[in-house]
């Protein structure tokens, strides 16, 4: 008994360790997609200096608290967000892999960590610049692929998530271009639900795609409430990946209390 113990808290900090060292790509990621420069061949480097960051100054959160938040070379501040980051990925690791059966859901389990860490890149990115990167959509929807691959058996949730809600939404744009005349949301904000969608299944992505539209109804609304006079472009794709993450986490246990709450009834 102590020795399973012991073997799940050290699959969990491994899962932590993990989850930072890919933060850190995420930081490369978040602020290297929205100015073009290259995230594989260009070694880390001072985004002011261009100083070539050396290895042991890429010890993720540890490096940053030991530099005190500054380039060795020139001195410059360093985001507060790459401690951020880090830790945030580590921290969602960690929760899927205690609220996910890995040992019994290996494959799921990896791909929800691996999804998740696309869609905190992607709300940081979108929610600066109003637009989600293509490739971090088209690596949602690899995943979605590996997900199909890996239970055949129920294939036709996952296209039907994929085809349903993407047909759904791209009615929902047409609807608002032509009937209300404005943008009810963007064609990458498609591209997300739909990648989302065959990771997911169509039992679980409607769910998120509702979850996300009222947390982003409620937060945007209050962001417009205390920032008075001020027009707040609404960046939609935060908060859709805040739904996909919820249902990820608790997808099941909200679909069966729904349902049982309409049996109630």
């Known amino acids: ?38 995230i594989t061949l260009t070694r880390s480097h001072c985004m002011t200096c261009g100083y070539t960051i050396a290895w042991y100054d890429l010890v993720p959160v540890f490096s940053w608290l030991f530099l005190k938040g500054k380039c060795r070379h020139c001195g410059s501040k360093i ?3 790459y401690p951020i980051i880090e830790a945030a990925n580590g921290i969602i690791y960690l929760i899927i ?14 791909l929800y960590c691996a999804c998740a860490s696309a869609l905190l890149a992607l709300s940081v990115i979108d929610w600066r610049t109003q637009e989600i990167p293509f490739g971090i959509n088209i690596f949602i929807f690899i995943l979605g692929l590996i997900r199909l691959l890996t239970d055949l ?14 047909g759904f939404l791209c009615l929902l744009i047409l609807f ?16 997300l639900m739909a990648a989302t969608g065959l990771l997911l299944g169509w039992k679980l992505i409607i769910p998120a795609f509702f979850i996300g539209c009222i947390l982003g109804s409620v937060i945007h609304l ?21 739904g996909v993450f919820i ?12 349902l049982k709450m309409w049996t109630f009834l």
């Open 1 to 38: 008994m102590l020795g399973e113990y012991t073997a799940w808290v050290a699959v969990g900090v491994i899962f932590f360790l993990y989850g930072i060292v890919i933060g850190s790509f995420l930081n490369v990621v978040i602020f290297r997609i929205p100015i073009k420069e290259n």
């Open 79 to 81: 985001s507060i967000q």
């Open 97 to 110: 892999y205690l609220l996910n059966d890995f040992n019994n859901n290996p494959v799921e389990t990896i």
């Open 153 to 166: 058996g129920n294939w036709s949730e996952y296209v039907i998530g994929f085809c349903a809600v993407s």
């Open 176 to 191: 608002g271009h032509f009937i209300l005349k404005k943008e009810v949301m963007g064609f990458g904000d498609v591209k």
């Open 222 to 242: 209050t962001i417009m409430a205390v920032k008075k006079g001020t027009d707040h472009v609404l960046a939609f794709g935060p908060y859709l990946s805040m």
């Open 247 to 258: 249902i990820m986490l608790w997808g099941e246990q909200l679909v069966s209390w729904y």
